[in-house]
């Protein structure tokens, strides 16, 4: 096996770079697929965000284009379920170009348009773009895909979860029908294999982490814990482990702002991150996060895809997630990139058959420990006797509201 990035056979400028970046190894994913990629190969990756997968085709790409003659055309297009990832992947291959004279430009919705259009024009050798926002530039012909040589499907299961599939057959019957194509993808269900199998021709297959396994460096737990309960105990594991980055997964965009501001009510510095905050405003929060002026993240699974934080030590699911294989992706953005992590969920009652379908899909059982003082079914007195008191003033204000009097029903008029 290789252990170098010249081994690989990626050129000795980029090499350099890397060095420059502090990336001397390459990961598993990328030692497996950098050489297929530079022999034009069909790639189909199984590797979780985490892996190095961005590097994995960023690296091969650049390195070709950087080499060959500049034509003022589009040669590679990289496409991504959300704006989060389409900027970090952006961010990452503007430092791996950054001694090339290659333009890569980002395309992706929720900002003005005007700007990327220019930038179009201007003539993009790589475009990296969500799947919407790049066919409002093709419709408008502010770029064209006639000269590329390369597409790449990153995070491809994502994508088909955010109902992008319609997309994506418009944008593919503008590929030129003889191109290179990379697929990756965390999760492999039938209708990701059936969507690999439709765009890719004769791919070698790269398997990184065992199909539907978690990053082997994350050490889970459960606790079992009443749902009423669970804001209270995540205040109590931040303070009492001192944690300083926690990213926390809820179920609803509500849910998440309202955590933020529970966890804010208890001097924990809190933000939140969904689809229904602007690109700024969510942009602001993940800044604030990463530079540690917010200790917790509250993100629902669709804002938190491909969002790139370093050696983040401690995820949290609040709300267990509806579907396992979110799992996957909530517990890999922690121990990334060979880091040790944490990853933890709370479990009311009612979620035991959502853990059960991820011990399915990962075919393990995952470690469950009760948390003394939050055992479940062990009632908080005090809350419990605030929410008799404040239940019964709403139900007084009703009936004084309808009418009703103890005891004879409802008032005749
Ligand atoms: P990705 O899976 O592409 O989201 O990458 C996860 C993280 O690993 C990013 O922060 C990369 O900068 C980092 N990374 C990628 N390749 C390497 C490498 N060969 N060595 C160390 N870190 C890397």
């Known amino acids: 096996m290789s252990h170098t990035f010249s081994d690989l056979g990626l050129s000795s400028e980029l090499i350099h770079t890397l060095s420059g970046l502090g990336l001397e190894t390459p990961t598993e994913v990328q030692q497996h697929a950098i050489p297929h990629v530079l022999r034009h ?6 590797a979780q965000t985490g892996t190095g997968k961005t590097a994995a085709y960023g690296l091969p790409i650049i390195d070709q284009l950087s080499t060959s003659p500049q034509t003022g055309e589009t040669r590679a297009l990289i496409l991504v379920p959300t704006r989060e990832l389409a900027q970090q992947v952006f961010d990452n291959l503007t430092s791996y170009a950054q001694h090339t004279q290659l333009n890569i430009v980002v395309v992706y919705g929720g900002v003005s348009i005007k700007k990327q259009t ?64 990379l697929f990756f993808s965390a999760t492999f269900e039938t209708r990701v294999k059936t969507m690999a199998y439709r765009l890719l021709n004769d791919p070698v297959e790269v398997q990184v982490t065992p199909q539907n396994s978690t990053a082997e460096t994350v050490i889970q737990m459960v606790y079992p814990v009443g749902k009423h309960r669970k804001s209270e105990l995540l205040a109590y594991l931040i303070g009492a482990n001192n944690w300083q980055q926690v990213l926390v997964f809820t179920k609803t965009k509500q849910g998440s702002d309202a955590l933020a501001k529970e966890l804010k009510l208890d001097g924990i510095k809190a933000a939140s991150i969904n689809g229904d905050k ?15 002026k917010v200790r917790a993240l509250i993100a629902t699974d669709v804002a938190a895809r491909g969002l790139d934080i370093q050696q983040l030590e401690q995820v949290v699911n609040y709300d267990m997630p509806y579907k396992a294989e979110d799992y996957i992706h ?84």
């Open 278 to 292: 602007s690109q700024g405003a969510r942009q602001k929060a993940l800044d604030d996060f990463k530079s540690g």
């Open 41 to 46: 190969s069909d790639v189909l990756a199984g």
């Open 330 to 413: 909530r517990i890999g953005r922690t121990g990334r990139a060979g880091q040790a992590g944490h990853a933890i969920s709370f479990m009311s009652r009612e979620e035991q058959g959502l853990l059960e379908a991820i011990e399915v899909l990962l075919d393990t059982r995952l470690p469950q420990e009760w948390l003394a003082g939050f055992e479940p079914g062990q009632v908080n007195v005090e809350l419990e006797n605030h929410r008799r008191q404040s239940r019964s003033s709403e139900k007084r204000k009703l009936k004084a509201r309808l009418g009703v009097h103890k005891g004879r029903g409802k008032k005749k008029r």
């Open 118 to 181: 220019e930038q179009l024009k201007a003539g993009a050798d790589i475009v990296i773009a969500t799947p919407g926002r790049l066919l409002d530039h093709l419709f408008n012909k502010h770029v064209s895909l006639n000269a590329v040589g390369c597409v790449v499907f990153d995070e491809a299961d994502r994508m088909l979860d955010m109902g992008f599939m319609p997309d994506i057959q418009r944008i593919t019957k503008r590929l030129p029908q003889t191109r290179q194509t």
